[in-house]
């Protein structure tokens, strides 16, 4: 089991079997595989560096808004002329005399805004029927403000004014060591790993793919913490005190995909009957992301559990438009089958995301038990016509003697007396660190979704 330390000789020795000694197979089982970790919703190559460890994106406002009538008192129903009084702070400040508003629900009655006023956050209007007929509205009425009427000669509106939000995550900081002495340096195990009957390659392996596994485990269900690096009076703080010094310092956490989607869009839903995906079940997701002006092609991450319920569902339809493909995300034809399905006006690809099986990360937990609706074109397109990367890693370069990947994320230190890289010191022992900075960057979050259908 892993143990906190030094991988010394009497360490590695007392591994079950004799572990550098005895004579076994050649070949190191990987019962675990936790290589799979390494897979993150194939952002590899969406990585944007950042110069700052809190990073900020501005998002325009909604230029289409509702009226919700609901605590709002109705007066002068039966007549042609309604009057709303107290219309929700939603929508204050953005409907004005000349505007035509649409019921939603079965009647869809058409009104014309007369005139509009504003008393402590709430808005007054009063409106009349488009036809000229005696109208009726009920409080808890939702009306879409969907086009405007203006007469011949007509003066200039009251102006709007169009705000923006900001949202923002943080970056988290990533570490990890191997830490070999001169008598383990060695001497040589009987398995080989890349080659090299070394528990130096053994054990850089597996550390590597731990530091990997918990990068990707944190852009899924990681939560922004309250405490930033620049914090005086840290809430969180690094407890890990090494003999080299150190520790002490504020410890900032960045928000995963799960936060992002349940906590900034809000998009969270979950089927009627746990363990049972249903079409009303869909349907609901549906109207929430048409509600929130979303495309119609989605990717649906899931493990096994949750796309095994989904498997339920789809295949015990008489007709599913199921069929088997090959997927292709930004040009490249990614090595996996999916599963599609046009289903409500939506072409969904569903797609096994071997994370969240892991049972000692998201075992028992909602992220093993949802699907995560993701938009398949992976861009959300930008006021002026450009456009970002919805799902990207944001990093900060960091320093040392070797970058360990390509994309530089992960810097490599190498010290010790018998570092075969960067020799230094006394210590006859080769140490070597891997450091890293990653946050993840969720755009567009309101047109992404989590069911939860176990």
């Not at 079950?16 to 050649?26: N, S």
């Not at 994320?409 to 890293?436: D, F, K, Q, V, Y």
Request: hydrophobic share 35%.
């Amino acid at each position: 089991m892993a143990t906190l330390g030094t991988a010394d000789k009497k360490f590695v020795s007392a591994i079950d079997g004799m572990f550098d000694t005895r004579e076994i197979g050649d070949g190191l089982i990987d019962i675990n595989n936790d290589t799979y970790l390494t897979d993150i919703l194939y952002l590899a190559n969406r990585i944007k560096p950042t110069e700052q460890p809190i990073y900020y994106d501005f998002f325009a406002e909604t230029i289409f808004k509702q009226v919700d009538t609901a605590g709002a008192t109705i007066t002068n129903n039966g007549t042609p002329t309604i009057t709303i009084t107290g219309a929700t702070t939603i929508t204050s400040g953005y409907n004005r005399a000349g505007d035509v508003l649409i019921r939603q629900g079965a009647s869809n009655d058409r009104f014309y805004v007369k005139s509009v006023t504003t008393v402590a956050g709430k808005d007054t209007l009063i409106v009349q029927t488009a036809g000229g007929g005696n109208g009726t509205i009920t409080a808890g009425d939702v009306f879409n403000s969907f086009t405007r009427g203006v007469g011949e000669a007509s003066g200039s509106p009251v102006n709007l004014r169009f705000g923006a939000f900001k949202d923002f995550n943080k970056t988290q900081l990533f570490r990890e060591i191997s830490q070999i002495t001169d008598i383990q340096k060695a001497s040589a195990i009987e398995v080989s790993i890349n080659g090299q009957k070394s528990y130096v390659m053994y054990d850089h392996v597996q550390k590597f793919i731990r530091l990997k596994g918990q990068i990707n485990a944190a852009f899924i269900g990681g939560d922004i913490s309250v405490t930033s690096f620049s914090d005086v009076t840290p809430v969180l703080v690094d407890t890990n005190t090494p003999s080299t010094g150190g520790g002490g310092g504020a410890v900032q956490l960045t928000r995963g995909l799960d936060k992002y989607i349940t906590s900034v869009g809000g998009n969270a839903l979950s089927v009627a009957t746990a363990g049972v995906l249903a079409g009303a079940d869909l349907k609901a997701g549906y109207a929430m992301l048409t509600s929130r002006r979303a495309g119609t092609k989605y990717i649906v991450y899931g493990g096994k559990a949750a796309l095994g319920i989904s498997d339920t569902y789809w295949k015990g339809l008489g007709s599913s438009g199921l069929q088997s493909v090959r997927m292709v995300i930004g040009g490249k034809d990614v090595n996996t089958t999916v599963q599609t399905v046009t289903d409500g006006g939506y072409d969904m690809e569903f797609v096994l995301l071997p994370i969240l099986d892991q049972p000692d990360l998201f075992g028992n937990t909602d992220i093993a038990k949802s699907l995560y609706f993701v938009p398949k074109d992976g861009f959300v397109k930008t006021v002026g016509g450009g456009s970002e990367p919805a799902l990207q890693v944001r990093y900060q370069p960091k320093y040392g003697n070797t970058q360990v990947n390509n994309n530089g994320l992960i810097s490599e230190i190498n010290s010790g007396a018998l570092n075969p890289i960067n020799p230094n010191g006394t210590i006859a022992e080769i140490r070597t660190e891997w450091i890293s900075e990653q946050g993840l960057q969720c755009l567009g979050v309101q047109h992404m979704m989590r069911l939860k259908v176990a």
